[in-house]
């Protein structure tokens, strides 16, 4: 279907990003082919009238654990280590194949609501994930978390679990018409010792994928890492020769200035989770001196069951409020900044920058329209600071995703909300029962 956008402005997110006023977006071939005046030679099967909106960049939830969103609300107001321990990993050991479709449709449906146009999951069952991207529409990272196992049967069950990663690779990276990619990803280096991580390496190397792991989140992770291995986990997976893959690297919250050097050398990418960290009491991620450092930083949402939302909106607003705070600097973190973190930056971290995460012509058609005909919205002074730190996820009206309509007037158009929203609660009591 070939779109024309007409009269909307255009926050672009690439090389320019100014607002553009009054311009025309056409979108032939699932690709932006022009934005600016009007052209009779193209011929559109759909027009859509974008007066009183600003269209944007998709966003990208760089670092989630989808299906976690059947566990929102279930174990709150608890340390993260305990919150793993006692509440989350007994439970997900229950965790059915059905239960992660279901879940993930559930997070897809808040996502789209909300202008997420791309993903990175990290979790498991993740050909369920695979098939919730397929019959959605949206775009999807795909890792299945590596976490070791020790005792009887450990070493079988660590390369069967090698062996889920390989065969989730062969079954899904490519598919879906191209919006699926598939990573490899240790969960974090306390739950995975060195030989398994050069394991995972070698496998990374075999597949051609990029790494999805997270790091330095906690003091207490930090301190574990200096007591064992006499270095910080960045400095310690970067001696296993980690960094050689691309590397998505999510928190990385209590982070040295050495650490920051590593991962700018190493052209790693961070996802930074505010709202999870808040809410987990891991810290603040130093996200000015990383982006001075010329570390490309992303934003994710984290899990549901940490967070309690998707809200990628409420991350660009956490994302430029705290930074201000915490460095007592009010131009600390930008509001352009922000929205870059959740867009073109989101799009490098995944290395799918150069298809998605600005509108420009040639790129994929992955936008949205946000509907600034609001209360909340008004006056019209500034559209970069009323996007950062007025948008709400409601005020997403219009999302496009690879040029298809996913989402208009509110409306999701590719799968039954009502259907996913029973079927979640359903396994939702289950796995709790269970």
């Known amino acids: 279907m070939n779109i024309l956008i007409k009269n909307v402005t255009l926050l672009p997110m690439g090389e320019k990003i100014e607002p553009i006023e009054n311009t025309n977006i056409y979108i032939v071939d699932k690709k932006i082919e022009h934005i ?8 559109v099967d759909k027009i859509i009238d974008g007066k009183g909106k600003v269209a944007l960049p998709g966003l990208i939830n760089a670092h989630t654990h989808i299906a976690m969103s059947l566990l929102r ?72 978390g590596l976490i070791e196992e020790s005792g009887d049967n450990s070493e079988a069950i660590n390369n069967e679990k090698l062996e889920d990663t390989k065969n989730l690779y062969n ?3 490519g598919k879906a018409d191209g919006r699926l990619k598939v990573m490899v990803a240790p969960h974090a280096p306390y739950t995975c010792g060195p030989s398994y991580i050069e ?8 597949l051609g994928a990029g790494i999805h792991i997270h790091l330095s989140e906690t003091r207490k992770e930090v301190e574990d890492s200096f007591n064992q291995f006499n270095k910080s986990p960045i400095k310690h997976v970067h001696d296993l020769g980690l960094f050689k893959y691309p590397t998505l690297a999510a928190h990385c919250v209590h982070v ?18 505010p709202g999870s960290n808040l809410k987990l009491a891991s810290g603040f991620a ?47 973190v930008p509001a352009i900044k922000a929205i870059e973190m959740a867009t073109i930056n989101g799009a490098k971290a995944l290395n799918w920058d150069k298809e998605i995460g600005s509108i420009e012509v040639g790129k994929k058609a992955d936008l949205i329209l946000i509907d600034m005909e609001k209360p909340h919205l008004y006056p019209k002074h500034n559209i970069v ?9 409601s005020d997403v009206e219009t999302v496009i ?22 079927n979640a609660e359903k396994s939702a009591k289950s796995l709790i029962n269970r």
């Open 385 to 393: 600071s009323a996007i950062a730190y007025s948008c709400q996820g």
């Open 36 to 43: 600016g005046y009007l052209r009779g030679d193209i011929k």
């Open 199 to 206: 394991k995972i390496m070698k496998l990374a190397d075999e």
């Open 256 to 273: 040295s200035d050495e650490d920051i050097e590593i991962l700018s050398e190493n052209n790693v990418a961070v996802v930074n989770n």
């Open 171 to 173: 079954n899904w990276n």
């Open 401 to 422: 995703v690879d040029g298809n309509i996913i989402m208009e007037g509110y409306e999701i158009k590719t799968i039954d909300v009502e259907k996913i929203m029973y």
């Open 286 to 332: 130093p996200v000015q001196k990383m982006l001075d450092s010329g570390v490309c930083v992303a934003l994710g949402t984290d899990g549901s069951s940490s967070n309690n939302n998707l809200n990628m909106f409420e991350e660009i607003n956490l994302a430029a409020l705290i930074n201000k705070g915490v460095t007592e600097d009010a131009v600390s």
């Open 73 to 144: 609300n279930y174990a709150d107001d608890v340390p993260l280590h305990k919150w793993l321990t006692e509440k989350i990993w007994p439970v997900e050991a229950k965790l059915k194949a059905e239960d992660i479709y279901w879940g993930s449709m559930l997070s897809i449906v808040e996502m789209i609501q909300s202008g997420v146009t791309c993903f990175s999951d990290m979790y498991f069952f993740m050909d369920e994930v695979g098939k919730a991207v397929e019959e959605s529409g949206i775009r999807g990272v795909l890792s299945r």
